[in-house]
C-alpha cells in the first residue's frame, strides 16, 4: 500500500520560513512526477511545484517563483518544499503528490499559516 505523508507545516509569522517533507512508502512504488499543492480557504486546489524525478526537471507556479524550492531525496524517497519569505498569501494546506506511470496519490496534508 502506498503512503504519502507530510510534515513541516505550523504557524509562522510573515517574512518566515519552512520546510515540508513528503515521504512516500509503498513497496515497488517508485515515483516518476511528485508535486506539492495548496488550497486555502473557499479556493481551488492549486499546483505550487513539480519535480520530474528523472531528470530533475523543476516547474514553479509563478506566485511562489524566487521564494519556494522543492527537492528531492531519492535514496530517502522524499521531497522537500523550502518556504521562504512566506506571505499572509501562503496560507492554505499543502498537499503532497505522488504519480507513477497511471498510478497517483495525494497525502493527507500539512497546514501551515502565515500571520501578518
Known amino acids: 500500500q502506498v503512503q504519502l505523508v507530510e510534515s513541516g507545516g505550523g504557524l509562522v509569522q510573515a517574512g518566515g520560513s519552512l520546510r515540508l517533507s513528503c515521504v512516500v512508502s509503498?513497496?515497488?512504488?517508485?515515483?516518476?512526477?511528485q508535486a506539492w499543492s495548496r488550497q486555502a480557504p473557499g479556493k481551488q486546489r492549486e499546483l505550487v511545484a513539480s519535480?520530474?524525478?528523472?531528470?530533475?526537471?523543476?516547474y514553479y507556479a509563478d506566485f511562489v517563483k524566487g521564494r519556494f524550492t522543492i527537492s528531492r531525496d531519492n535514496a530517502e524517497n522524499t521531497v522537500y518544499l523550502q518556504m521562504n519569505s512566506l506571505e499572509p498569501e501562503d496560507t492554505a494546506v499543502y498537499y503532497c503528490?505522488?504519480?507513477?506511470?497511471?498510478?497517483?496519490?495525494w497525502g493527507q496534508g500539512t497546514q501551515v499559516t502565515v500571520s501578518s
Open positions: 519535480i520530474t524525478t528523472g531528470n530533475g526537471a523543476v
Open positions: 503528490y505522488a504519480q507513477a506511470r497511471t498510478n497517483s496519490y
Open positions: 509503498g513497496s515497488g512504488f517508485s515515483p516518476g512526477f
